[in-house]
């Protein structure tokens, strides 16, 4: 085999070398003719045939030896590739074999580690558990920590915490002393009403120093009002709590200290004020109803003022019809009067046409004692039915956002759903009152109009015993 590749190498050697040389002499053959064709031209070459064959034997002389001079060169720069590439594969071959070295190395390193840990297990014995209960305290403490309003007066407790939680060495005694230090001050401030300065985040997102008063890790406000602990710096709530509570932490914040006085605190430890800002208020909740829902409102407030009016007319009316009765001078202010009117002017007359005469003023009364009743009644049974209507709509809506988007996100469904819910409630709101105005205004037309069937009645008794 070794044979074999000399022998192609040197028959590789002879075919270049007669490539160039070929091609060295075609070059040399295409110059003389040059030069002698120059020479023809110029006449200043030679003129005899031997004078040609020497200058050819001249020439051909120059070619052979700058054709053995471009070989020699040639066969150089071939030497020194096959150094380079000798060099090269020399030092691929060391560094394969250093690679190898440091594999082995690292493998020996990783089993002395191993080792070296089980050593450590094995002496830890005991103390493994309990520095891992330590580091369990730590890593709950610290979050507790990260999110308590005492965190605001005691900047910095936590990390320290962390450090030994994250740590993969055994505590220090310093760690652990630090770690039961933190727990009974976090029990012992707990139960503490202070007053500190702190750094308070404003709604413009500057920073500004204030006098803060903090109810254990419940609750923390000034005389604006309440605030939560974010990143660790107080921030006011985006929306403060109603029912008092603003003004039960402004008593507590101007309280001298003697004495007792009322405040509030979130048992939740700040989840129940952090909800008040997603709580939804009266106008939001009416503008999750939609167009209906304002259609509602609209409607129902003029069949309120609509009722309300009609309702206040007929109790004046009554009372002029009650002192009307107790007087006998007939007025036309008022229904009783213009039927005394009424029977005054027809009184002489038989008391058939009498009685016609008053029932005709009677029934001209009693249109105007039911006059927007019926209005009134028809919107108290409209209103359920907007909100019936405000109800399907929205849960038309339901439906296309789970046919677009699925039912793995509930936020994609609830504005169908509320709105389906609030048009409902708005509807039953406003039918409710027009319901009951209904009623008591019917009640006092209906009376009305039994005691103006009665006078007309006892007028014609009255009548008829003067006759």
């Known amino acids: 085999m070794a044979s074999n590749v000399s022998n192609r190498t040197i028959f590789g050697r002879s075919a270049a070398r007669a490539v160039l040389v070929v091609t060295v002499l075609t070059l040399a053959l295409t110059g003389l003719s040059s030069n002698l064709l120059a020479q023809e031209g110029n006449q200043s070459g030679p003129q005899t045939l031997d004078e040609v064959l020497r200058a050819m034997q001249q020439e051909r002389r120059e070619v052979s030896q700058e054709n053995q001079e471009r070989e020699a060169r040639f066969l150089r720069r071939q030497e020194n590739q096959q150094q380079e590439l000798s060099r090269v594969r020399n030092q691929v071959s060391a560094a394969e074999d250093e690679a190898s070295r440091l594999e082995n190395l690292r493998n020996e390193l ?3 580690l191993e080792e070296l840990r089980a050593q450590l297990s094995d002496r830890q014995g005991e103390f493994g558990e309990l520095f891992g209960v ?10 507790q920590l990260d999110d308590s309003l005492i965190s605001t007066q005691f900047e910095g407790r936590s990390e320290e915490l962390t450090e030994m939680a994250q740590a993969s060495r055994l505590p220090t005694i310093q760690q652990l002393e630090d770690l039961w230090f933190t727990m009974l001050q976090e029990a012992g401030e707990q139960g503490r009403v202070v007053r500190y300065d702190a750094p308070v985040v404003l709604e413009d997102n500057r920073s500004e120093n204030r006098s803060v008063v903090r109810i254990g890790p419940f609750s923390a406000f000034t005389d604006e009002g309440y605030m939560v602990n974010q990143g660790g710096q107080l921030r006011y709530l985006v929306r403060q709590p109603g029912g008092g509570a603003v003004s039960a932490a402004e008593r507590v914040y101007e309280h001298s200290g003697e004495g007792v006085v009322r405040g509030m605190i979130d048992p939740s430890l700040g989840s129940l004020l952090g909800l008040v800002k997603d709580t939804p208020t009266t106008r939001e909740r009416v503008d999750q109803g939609g167009w209906i829902g304002y259609a509602i409102i609209v409607v129902a407030f003029f069949g309120i003022l609509l009722a309300v009016y009609r309702w206040v007319m007929l109790l004046i ?4 019809v009650r002192a009307q009765m107790n007087s006998s001078t007939p007025s036309k202010s008022n229904p009783l009067g213009r039927i005394m009117l009424a029977y005054e002017e027809h009184k002489s007359e038989d008391l058939e046409t009498l009685q016609l005469h008053l029932d005709d003023a009677v029934l001209q009364e009693i249109p105007k004692l039911e006059r927007g009743l019926n209005i009134v009644k028809v919107l ?12 399907v709509i929205g849960m038309i809506v339901t439906f296309q956002a789970i046919t677009l988007f699925g039912t793995g996100d509930p936020k994609l469904m609830a504005g169908g759903i509320s709105q389906a819910l609030i048009t409902t409630v708005l509807g039953l709101i406003a039918a409710v009152p027009l319901l009951l105005l209904h009623a008591f205004a019917s009640g006092s037309s209906r009376r009305l109009s039994q005691i103006l069937e009665e006078q007309s009645v006892s007028f014609v008794a009255d009548a008829g015993e003067h006759k």
């Open 380 to 391: 108290a049974a409209v209103t359920p039915l907007m909100g019936l209507l405000g109800t």
């Open 134 to 143: 330590a580091r369990a305290a730590a890593t709950d403490l610290a979050e």
């Open 110 to 112: 990783d089993r002395e």
């Open 317 to 320: 009316t009554s009372m002029q």
